[in-house]
C-alpha cells in the first residue's frame, strides 16, 4: 500500500463495508447487558476503523463505538510518546497548521521524522503498517483526531461536539442520533479545532466574533459556538458532505419515490417545466433536488446557486456551479444568494438551481427569472402544498399569488421520525388561480405513493407547448417508467452512468428502449470489472 502522505480528510472517502460476522458477545457484553445493533468496517485514509453500535444498560441512547482493530492498547502508549518527542522535534507554530502551503512542509517534515521513530520502536514493520502508523500519528499531531475518522464514516449525516463535559454526538443515516465513545481532553481543544479550520478557510472564531459558520473545502459545513455564548462549552456541528450523491435510482429502489411519479417529474423537467421541492428539516429536500437534476439534457447551460456545495450533476453536462459566501470580520466581502441569482441570468442559462429560497427578494428575482424564459427549481421549507403555498404568498416571501402558476409542479418531501424513513408525499401542480392541486399522494399505511386527481393544468402546459396529445404524454411517461425500472433492476445509480442514460435518452432513445426491452447493459454502463469480463 502507498504510504500516506497527508492526514486522511486529504484521501477520498471509502465506502464503508458490512462485516461478515460479528464475534460472539464476550461474557463482559453479556453481563454489561449490551445488544449489538450494527457492525462494520472502513478505513479513514488507510486507517482501518471498527464500528459497532449498541444499546445498553443505563444508556437511554444507543452506543456509537469506535475502535483502531490495528492498534492495541500498548501501542497506542507508544504512539503517544512518539507524538510527543514529534511536537518537541518539530517546532510548530500556528500559523504552520492553517497555512495549506506550510502545513505540507510540516507534513514531509513529520513523514520523515516519524518513519525513524517507527523503526525504533518497532523495529521490523512492514510497509503497509507504517503507512497507517504514519498517517494515524500525523492526524494526531495536526488534525482533529478520532474526530477526523468520523468525519471518514459515510453512514454519517452529523457530528457534534457539545462541549468537553460528554461525548462526541453523531447523526447516523441508519439510526438517528447516536452517543459516542470519542470524547475531546479539554473545551481549549474545541477552541483550538474551531479556529484551525477557520483560519484554513480565511475566517476566524475569537471572544470578540463567537460564532462561526464555516463551508469546508471537503464540502463539509461547520459551525462553531464559544463560551459563554454556549453556556456549558465550546461546540462545534459538522454537516457532511454526502461522497456519493444520491441519484433518482436510489430514490426509486429505497422506496422513497415511486417510478411512476419519478416520471412524471421526468416529464416535467424535459419539457423545461419550473419546479419546487419542499419538505421540513432533513426530509430530502436537496437529495430530491440532485437527483431529478439527473434528468436534464446535455445541450442546456445549468446554473446552481447555494449556500453549502450539495448538488453533483453528471459531469456530461453544460454546468456552472455557484456559492454563496459570507462577511469577512470587518463585515465586507459577502456574496448572497440574491447577488448570484441577478448574476445568473447575465450567464445565458437554459436552467437556474437554487438551494433554498428563504426571502422576498430571491423569490422575486426567481419568478422574474421563470417568465423571461428560464427554468427554475429550487427548495423551501414548507410541509405540504397548502403549506408551500401559504408559504411564498405570505411574509416574509409575499409572492403575490397571480405570479405561482409559474411554477409548473411542487415536489413534497417527508421524513417520518419515527421510522426515519424519507418518502415523497406529494406531487402537485399549481392552477391557474394560484392554488396547490395534489396529483400523487403518499399513503403513509401502504408506503406508497398513488393518484389521487388527474393532471390538469401541467398537461394542459405539456400539451400546449409540446403538441402532443394527452395518449403521446401518457406512452411518453410508460417509457420513462420502464427505463427507470430498468436502471433500479441493474442498480445504475452512480451519478455519471446515470447522466449517460439520460444523455443516451435525448440522442439515442430507439437504442435505449431497446436495451431497456431486452433487459441488457449496454457496453457503455459496463463496470471495469463486466468489461474485462
Known sequence: ?????????????????????????????????????????????????????????????????????????????????????????????????????????????????????????????????????????????????????????????????????????????????????????????????????????????????????????????????????????????????????????????????????????WEGIQYELSMLVAGGTASGKTSMLNAIANFFPPNQRIISIEDTHEIQLPKYLHWVPMVTRLANPEGKGAVTMLDLLVNSLRMRPDRIIVGEIRRKEEAQVLFEAIHTGHSVYATVHANNTHETVARLTGPPIDVPRSMLPAISLIVVQYRNRRSGKRRTYQIAEISEEGNGHVILQYDVNKDLLQEVNVSLTAMNTLQEFTGMTEKDIQKDLVEKESILNWMAKHNINDVDMVGKVMAEFYTNKDALLKDVKAGTVPAYLATPAQKAE
Open 1 to 265: 500500500m502507498a504510504r500516506a502522505k497527508s492526514s486522511p480528510k486529504h484521501h477520498p472517502r471509502r465506502p464503508a463495508k458490512e462485516v461478515p460476522k460479528e464475534p460472539a458477545p464476550t461474557s463482559q457484553e453479556r453481563t454489561s447487558g449490551e445488544h449489538l445493533i450494527d457492525h462494520y468496517e472502513y478505513k479513514a485514509g488507510n486507517i482501518p476503523i471498527r464500528i459497532r453500535i449498541y444499546t445498553k444498560s443505563g444508556e437511554y441512547v444507543p452506543v456509537y463505538e469506535v475502535s483502531i482493530s490495528a492498534i492495541s492498547a500498548t501501542t497506542e502508549i507508544i504512539l503517544e510518546r512518539i507524538r510527543k518527542e514529534l511536537v518537541n522535534e518539530v517546532s510548530l507554530e500556528i500559523g504552520d497548521i492553517t497555512d495549506p502551503k506550510r502545513l505540507s512542509d510540516i507534513e514531509d517534515t513529520f513523514q520523515r521524522a516519524i518513519g525513524i521513530l517507527i523503526k525504533k520502536y518497532f523495529p521490523g514493520t512492514d510497509e503497509e503498517t507504517t503507512s497507517y502508523l504514519t498517517t494515524y500519528l500525523i492526524q494526531k499531531a495536526l488534525g482533529m483526531g478520532n474526530v477526523e475518522n468520523l468525519m471518514e464514516d459515510d453512514q454519517l449525516e452529523e457530528i457534534t461536539i457539545n462541549g468537553a463535559h460528554e461525548p462526541v454526538w453523531v447523526y447516523h443515516r441508519k439510526h438517528g442520533w447516536l452517543k459516542t465513545t470519542v470524547r475531546l481532553q479539554s473545551d481549549d481543544q474545541i477552541r483550538h479545532f474551531s479556529s484551525m479550520i477557520a483560519r484554513k478557510v480565511g475566517r476566524q472564531i475569537s471572544v470578540s466574533s463567537p460564532l462561526l459558520d464555516a463551508h469546508l473545502s471537503t464540502g463539509d459545513r461547520l459551525n462553531a459556538t464559544l463560551q459563554p455564548i454556549t453556556i456549558q462549552g465550546n461546540t462545534m456541528t459538522i454537516r457532511k458532505f454526502a461522497s456519493k450523491p444520491w441519484t433518482v435510482t436510489d430514490l426509486v429502489r429505497n422506496g422513497t419515490v415511486s417510478a411512476s411519479g419519478a416520471a412524471l417529474i
